[in-house]
Structures are given as structure tokens and as C-alpha cells.
């Protein structure tokens, strides 16, 4: 089984993630994972730094000849800011010694972890809370997950996302981001990244992209933020990945749990997913059909029936609140004085939605991986390939 941690601080040294459970034999280099890390920190709606130094992730254990050993994978990731700014961070954030004058941060955040990160741990000041309930957090985790992604993609399984949604500008029905996105995943998911990077805002339509970028644009000015909705999909997946037979066992739940232990994701999808409850059911479900195998006419289940995987592409979206850091503040109170006032303003995005889909793309990577890997099993790649392309199920 795949498992992964990461850990680090936004401000400390570097990020680390362990990957555990990667078969022997995966071909992987550091530059599969960089093309992800780069795709993550791309994307119109970045406040600021617009040129940005590339993120890269090295291998330190668990990789020989850029083919994994079956050993637990160890990544490092080196923090620029902390680089950069080499008479602070290292102060602020030393694992050694006393606090000295280091400033503590005493005005929480709404809509961050601050204030109950704060009360859960006890602490008098917000700095640690900032640090690991960070974004930045997910660059690790695209680095740890970019392994299991190559996983699957080395047996024919690819991942795609794109935004439908930004603010108030969107598709205006399910029909209308079938016509436009099936047609590009139709050779591979792969293809829907590709086509969506060419999009600042990663939208297929172009026209809405225009409008995506004009609202962010109005956002920004007016000194608030926004969020969105964005669509994940995956082809190449076997029928009965997953089990109805134990609710822990349900894929869709799994899906779900990954991109909602995402930082500011609110919701998921599966197929039409709410849609599905303003429709009666002849407007819902996929009629079975039989012609040298069964098909699916439709595929408004996105890919998933009694938890388990029916051969469809794997359609998931995940909703993205508004980053809660905004130019124009919000109310909050000192949590030394408790005197209300207003946030302070530090750098930060207006729209990350184009970012997040790197995200989630990345995330649900290992929760597939594993789902394959319980049907088919094998600690090599050899191994695991004759299974899986011996069976009727590839
Ligand atoms: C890719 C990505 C980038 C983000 N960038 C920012 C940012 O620049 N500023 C900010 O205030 N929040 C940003 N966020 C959102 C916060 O991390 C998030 O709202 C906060 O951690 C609270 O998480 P929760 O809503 O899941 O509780 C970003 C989230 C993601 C996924």
C-alpha cells in the first residue's frame, strides 16, 4: 500500500515527504516530478512575485538509476524564501536556542487555521500555526504524489484537470463541459492538462478564459479574492477498482477525502454530483448497453457506481473557497489584548484555482494507485504489469 507523509514549514529550511509502498522498478526521474511542481506555480491570479524560481524536488533514498527500489522514497525540496532571506528565517524559524526579540505574530487570520490552531495547540503566538497550514505544503505533496502518478501512468492511466468555474464565470451546464472537455481526454487525460496549461486561468474555452481573467482582474482592484470549481479526470481505469462491500473500501470516499484534506477545498463532486439532485432519474443514470461487451452511453455517473471504478473515464470536481488573505482586510481581534481590528496584508494571491487543479490532480494519484494495486498486487513493476496487462481488465 502507498503511503505518504511531507513535512517542513512554509518559512523553515525545506519541505521532506516520504513515499512509502512505490513498487520496485518504476522508471521516475526528478524531472517528471519538477514538470508538476512548475505546472503548480503557474497560473494567472498570483499576486506578486509573477517571476518565480522553479520548486525541485530531489531523490535522497529510495531510487537507484532513476528506477525505484521498493524502498521508502525520501524528497527534498529547498525553500527559497528562506534562502533568500538569510537574516530572518533562519531567526525566525531556528530549531535551536531561545526566542530572543524574534516578533510574535498576535492578529489571526479569518479563514486560515490561526485562531483554532492557536487554541488546539496552546500556543501564545500564530507563527507555527501559519507555517504548516500553509499552501506552500503543497508543493510536497505534488512531489510525493507525482510518484504514484507515474505509476499509473506507466500502465495506461492518465490524469487531467481544468477549471469550470471562476467567481461568477462558468459553464453554464454539465452538456456544455461534455461537449467541450470529452473530446480532449477522448486519447487520454493527459491530453486535457496539456490543453488547459495553454490557458492562463487552465480553462479549455477560451472565451471564458478571457472572462475568468477579467473578473480576477475587477477581484483584485477591488481588493477581495475569488474562488472556483474545477474538474478532474481520469482514463484508462479497469472496471471494479474500488468495493461496495465496506464503506472504507468505497473509492468515491477516497477520492473525496483526498481532495478535501486539500487546504481550502469545500466540496467534491463525483459526475453530475449535486446536478444530479435537480434531475428526475431517466435524466441521471447511464443505460447499459450490450454489443461484444458492455457500454455506457453516458457517463453521468463519472466513472464510479457502488463506490467502485465502471470503466468510464473517473470524472471528480472539487469547489475552492476565495483565499482568505485579502488587500482589503477583514475584522478580527488581537489575541494578547483581544482588541478588534483589522488584518494585516501580506503578499498573496487573488485566485489560486489554477494552481489547485495541479493539486488535485496530483492527490487522488495515490488513492488509484492503491485501489489497482489491492486488485492486482506485485512488488515489481514486471510483476505487477503481467497481472494487470494478463488480465481482461487493462
Ligand atoms: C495552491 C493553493 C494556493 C493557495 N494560496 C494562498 C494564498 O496565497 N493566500 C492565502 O491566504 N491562502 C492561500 N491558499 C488557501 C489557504 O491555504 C487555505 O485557505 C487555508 O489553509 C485554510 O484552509 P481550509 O479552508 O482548508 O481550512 C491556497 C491554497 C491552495 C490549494
Known sequence: MIRYFTAGESHG?????????IPAGLSIHEGYIEQHLVRRQQGYGRGGRMAFEKDHAFFSSGVRFSKTTGAPITLSMINRAYEKDKDNWPVVMAAEGERGDVEKITLPRPGHADLVGLQKYRFDDIRPVIERSSARETA???????????????????????????????????????????????????????????S?????????????????????????????V???????????????????????????????????MKGVEIGL???????????????????????????RAGG????????????????????????????????????????????????????????AESVIAPVLANALLEKFGGDSMNEIRERYLESDES
Request: hydrophobic share 35%.
Open 273 to 299: 454530483g449535486f446536478e444530479s439532485g435537480r434531475r428526475h432519474g431517466h435524466a441521471v443514470h447511464d443505460e447499459i448497453t450490450y454489443n461484444a461487451g458492455f457500454r455506457r452511453r453516458t457517463n
Open 304 to 359: 464510479i457506481e457502488g463506490g467502485m471504478t465502471t470503466g468510464m473515464p473517473v470524472i471528480i470536481r472539487g469547489v475552492m473557497k476565495p483565499i482568505p488573505t485579502m488587500l482589503k482586510p477583514l475584522q478580527t481581534a488581537d489575541i494578547e489584548s483581544g482588541i478588534e481590528q483589522e488584518t494585516r496584508y501580506e503578499r498573496s494571491d487573488v485566485c489560486a484555482l489554477p494552481r489547485a487543479v495541479v493539486v
Open 140 to 198: 510536497m505533496r505534488v512531489a510525493c504524489c507525482s510518484v504514484a502518478r507515474k505509476f499509473l501512468l506507466d500502465l495506461g492511466i492518465e490524469i487531467g484537470g481544468h477549471v469550470i468555474q471562476i467567481g461568477s464565470v462558468g459553464y453554464e451546464s454539465w452538456e456544455q463541459i461534455r461537449s467541450t472537455a470529452d473530446p480532449v481526454y477522448e486519447k487520454g487525460a493527459e491530453n486535457l492538462y496539456r490543453e488547459s496549461d495553454l
Open 13 to 21: 529550511p525545506q519541505l521532506t515527504g516520504i513515499v512509502e509502498g
Open 230 to 264: 474545477y474538474e478532474i479526470i481520469v482514463t484508462g481505469l479497469p472496471p471494479g477498482l474500488g468495493s461496495y462491500v465496506q464503506w472504507d473500501r468505497k473509492l468515491d470516499g477516497q477520492l473525496a477525502q483526498a481532495i478535501l484534506s486539500t487546504q481550502a
Open 200 to 228: 492562463e486561468v487552465r480553462c479549455l474555452d477560451p472565451n471564458l478564459s478571457e472572462k475568468m481573467r477579467d473578473e480576477i482582474m475587477v477581484k483584485r482592484k477591488e481588493g477581495t479574492s475569488l474562488g472556483g
